[in-house]
């Protein structure tokens, strides 16, 4: 009789309920892995981070494209701004010549008045591209040294201000309308001069001044 030594069992298969265990661990394990990876990589480079903040711009050539060059008063400038600000803003924020004054922004007072090549433009309504390579003389340019511009003394010897705020405009429209041939008589100051309101109301005084100056 021959005896045989039992072989090794076979395994047996596993119960559906584990098997669909184990496979549900395996998806959950992948698919947490595949999310933290991707945590991960959203916190290095998230899409509305702000962008890392440049130089600060300088003044000069070469800044934003070409940069915008011109003449102040008689002295070459390059700012390296952007040809869309309004020349008053170059002036006042990058220039430092605060003489021109910003009043209401939108054309419609005249205290921003300045020189473009000799004729009177209201700054706030210039961008500075447009006066590339050309001459611009503010308030600060008009007097010769210690000694003042015709129109100038003839605002202080008429008490042509007041408050002072608009004077600066008042005296660059002044000179502009007497270059112009504006200043034949009172009534063509006033109408000339219309566009720089004084809210001190020294109209009059103002007048005056210009028809001192004018000669």
């Not at 003044?59 to 309004?86: I, K, M, Q, S, W």
């Not at 600060?140 to 042509?160: S, T, V, W, Y």
């Not at 004077?167 to 309308?177: D, F, H, I, R």
Request: hydrophobic share 35%; aromatic share 2%.
């Amino acid at each position: 009789m021959n005896h045989l030594e039992p072989g090794p069992e076979p395994e047996s298969e596993p119960e559906p309920e584990q098997a669909g265990f184990r496979r549900r661990g395996f998806l959950a394990t992948t698919a947490g892995a595949a999310g933290a990876m991707a945590v991960t990589a959203g916190a290095a480079t998230p899409r509305d981070a702000p962008a890392a903040p440049g130089p600060p711009e300088e003044d000069g050539p070469g800044g934003d494209g070409d940069g915008v060059a011109f003449t102040v008063n008689g002295r070459a400038v390059a700012l390296a701004v952007d040809a869309r600000v309004t020349l008053l803003d170059a002036l006042r924020e990058r220039l430092n010549l605060t003489g021109t004054k910003k009043g209401c922004d939108r054309g419609q007072c005249g205290a921003c008045t300045v020189h473009i090549e000799g004729r009177r433009v209201l700054a706030c309504l210039t961008l500075v591209g447009s006066v590339r390579d050309r001459e611009v003389t503010t308030i600060e340019g008009l007097a010769d040294g210690e000694r003042l511009h015709p129109m100038q003394q003839a605002f202080i010897d008429c008490d042509g201000l007041q408050c002072g705020f608009c004077t600066p405009g008042q005296v660059m429209s002044a000179v502009g309308l007497v270059r112009e041939g504006r200043a034949r008589s009172d009534d063509e100051i006033r109408e000339h001069m219309s566009g720089n309101i004084c809210r001190c109301s020294a109209y009059p005084h103002i007048v005056d001044a210009v028809r001192k100056g004018a000669r």
